[in-house]
């Protein structure tokens, strides 16, 4: 198994570019989140979904947007990217009923300029 | 107050001793307490799981949940330099998918 991969590693953006976070699990997980970490900051949940065509918002979910049409996959898309978007981005897994143990992708490192 | 606490460090002790890493927290209806490792450069990784109040242990590692103070603890023995990384203590409430919330992380350097 895989786990949890993610794509790109590193990205370079402008402001106003958009792109999207590729995050896909080979684990038949029905939990899928993402997350952005930055100094200072911690963990923050962008969005999440608990299964396939199921979305919803978590504690920082402005000037982003997800979509679940897999199980397997759990895109994150940059609308317009901003400055104020330069973090870390993290796509995380598990079984349903159990976000205490989920699995953590390695990340993306997005700059905006 | 923020929900979670956690000091950011970093905190460098020699191989070889106890480490003791910490959080508090505000909301008494967390009932799920978590510690991640995450290296540099990757991704958190489950380390430890707790449920309600009492303590844990998984070889070095030992978790205390202490609820009635709203703490918990992570305790690491004969610490090796591998164990340099960033901790990250983590709760949630209920059961199923109810959201994780995170401290800020406790950077640990274990000196050779």
């Known amino acids: 198994n895989a786990g949890v991969t993610q794509t790109p590693k590193f990205q370079v953006l402008k402001t106003g570019q958009s792109m999207t976070l590729q995050c896909a699990q080979d684990?038949?997980?029905?939990?899928m989140s993402w997350y952005r970490q930055d100094p200072g900051m911690g963990l923050r949940l962008i969005h999440y979904?608990?299964?396939?065509?199921?979305?919803d918002q978590g504690e920082v979910p402005n000037g982003y947007n997800v979509s679940r049409s897999t199980t397997e996959d759990f895109p994150l898309r940059l609308l317009s990217a901003a400055p104020s978007q330069t973090s870390v981005y993290f796509c995380a897994s598990s079984t349903s009923g159990r976000t205490d143990t989920q699995y953590f992708g390695p990340g993306t490192r997005l700059t905006v300029l | 107050q923020k929900e979670v606490e956690q000091d950011p460090g970093p905190l460098s002790v020699p191989e070889g001793a106890i480490v003791s890493l910490n959080c508090t927290y505000s909301n008494s209806a967390f009932q799920y307490f978590m510690w991640y490792r995450q290296y540099s450069r990757k991704g958190p990784e489950l380390l430890m799981y707790t449920y309600s109040s009492g303590n844990k242990e998984d070889g070095r590692f030992t978790a205390q949940v202490d609820k009635s103070s709203k703490y918990i603890s992570l305790f690491i023995r004969d610490s090796q330099p591998s164990d340099s990384a960033t901790y990250l203590c983590?709760?949630?409430?209920?059961?199923?998918?109810?959201?994780?919330?995170f401290g800020k992380g406790t950077r640990l350097h274990i000196l050779p």
């Open positions: 979904s608990v299964g396939a065509g199921i979305t």
């Open positions: 684990m038949n997980h029905e939990y």
């Open positions: 983590a709760m949630k409430r209920g059961n199923r998918d109810d959201k994780i919330i």
